[in-house]
């Protein structure tokens, strides 16, 4: 299983990007793709998955899927400089339980190699 994750750069703060992660070697439908992010010396943090999203990218990030191109999109719209981090993808099975423990990084299975967001004032 590979997660490609893509998309990162420099960007100012106010400034929007999207990332994309392409899935390969799994039955895309059969999983959910979210994304993470660890910021500097902080801890790996959950970002959205599906329509579920953390209070801090809440009305600014926006996920999507193309399930023809087995990938996941993040548009991050309104950047800040508290979203400068690496950002992650990662698979979890689809279950009804998959919404509920969104947030535990536990539950994913498969990570991909992250993609580097920095944001300037």
């Known amino acids: 299983v590979q997660l490609q994750a893509s998309g990162g750069g420099l960007v100012q703060a106010g400034d929007s990007l999207r990332l994309s992660c392409a899935a390969s070697g799994l039955t895309f439908n059969r999983y959910h793709l979210g994304w993470f992010r660890q910021a500097p010396g902080k801890e790996r943090e959950f970002v959205a998955l599906s329509t579920r999203y953390a209070n801090s990218v809440k009305g600014r990030f926006t996920t999507s899927r193309d399930n023809a191109k087995n990938t996941v999109y993040l548009q991050m719209n309104s950047l800040k400089l508290e979203d400068t981090a690496v950002y992650y993808c990662?698979?979890?099975?689809?279950?009804?339980?998959?919404?509920?423990?969104?947030?535990?990084?536990?539950?994913?299975?498969?990570w991909g190699q992250g993609t580097l967001v920095t944001v300037s004032s």
């Open positions: 990662a698979a979890t099975l689809r279950t009804s339980d998959s919404f509920a423990y969104a947030y535990n990084s536990d539950i994913y299975e498969f």
